[in-house]
Nanobody, 124 residues
Framework: QVQLVESGGGWVQAGGSLRLSCAAS????????MGWFRQVPGKEREFVAT????????YYSDSAEGRFTISKDNAKNTVILEMSSLKPEDTAVYYC?????????????????WGQGTQVTVSS
């Protein structure tokens, strides 16, 4: 019902910035809370940031707090993750996810739809 497509990943030097975008289609985007997660080979997918359906509430992982900003544009069916002061440990595949709820959540199993992921590589 909902399709998500991430874009904006790439290579960046430590200390640099990247802007990830997630375009959604299908469903009612304005009613969905959204999240960003990341995954490194051999490790479980981990929470990065989430936002309520209206965009009023945001939550971040400890590692993302102060460096990353999540935002949601319901008019454009888009969720953004702005990343700054990037570190090598931020290197991962980043996934956009949608939840059939207005409330933000940090758990991977709390989301219903996932994008294909976009690679972010931070070099030292």
């Amino acid at each position: 019902q909902v399709q998500l497509v991430e874009s904006g990943g790439g290579w960046v030097q430590a200390g640099g910035s990247l802007r990830l975008s997630c375009a959604a289609s299908g469903g009612t985007f304005s009613r969905y809370a959204m999240g960003w997660f990341r995954q490194v080979p051999g490790k479980e997918r981990e929470f990065v940031a989430t936002i309520s359906s209206s965009g009023s509430w945001t939550y971040y992982s400890d590692s993302a707090e102060g460096r990353f900003t999540i935002s949601k544009d319901n008019a454009k069916n888009t969720v953004i993750l702005e990343m700054s002061s990037l570190k090598p440990e931020d290197t991962a595949v980043y996934y956009c996810a949608a939840r059939s709820s207005i409330y933000a959540r940090t758990r991977v199993d709390g989301y219903d739809y996932w994008g294909q992921g976009t690679q972010v590589t931070v070099s030292s």
